[in-house]
């Protein structure tokens, strides 16, 4: 069985600095496209950002410069470090990943979701 599960959500300010971390389960990171999704209230689903086998990242052009996508394959755990947050980024970010395509990514793909994690900035 599949599990993601998201960590590191809250409260900040604009300007501030949060860490999510989304630990897997029944999946190998090291051989998936992992990625982040994020949804605000009346806005659709987004991609934010995802990284394939290699460690080959994607970002969505709204986060370019200031979000940053790792993974530890060992720990099978995958990162969104999250600085320079403005208000806009308010929202539940879900941890993702796609495990149909040996590990590369094809836009944003997934089919594994993990239950989010809230990221609220307040200005």
């Known amino acids: 069985q599949v599990q993601l599960v998201e960590s590191g959500g809250g409260s900040v300010q604009a300007g501030g600095s949060l860490r999510l971390s989304c630990a897997a389960s029944?999946?190998?990171?090291?051989?998936?496209?992992m990625g982040w999704f994020r949804q605000a209230p009346g806005k659709e689903h987004e991609g934010v950002g995802n990284?394939?086998?290699?460690?080959?990242?994607n970002y969505a052009d709204s986060v370019k410069g200031r979000f940053s996508i790792s993974k530890d394959d060992a720990k099978n755990t995958l990162y969104l470090q999250m600085d320079s947050l403005k208000p806009e980024d308010t929202a539940m970010y879900y941890c993702?990943?796609?495990?149909?395509?040996?590990?590369?990514?094809?836009?944003?793909?997934?089919?594994?979701w993990g239950q989010g994690t809230q990221v609220t900035v307040s200005s």
């Open positions: 029944g999946i190998a990171s090291s051989r998936s496209c």
């Open positions: 993702a990943a796609d495990s149909t395509r040996e590990g590369y990514c094809k836009q944003w793909g997934a089919n594994y």
């Open positions: 990284i394939n086998r290699n460690g080959i990242i």
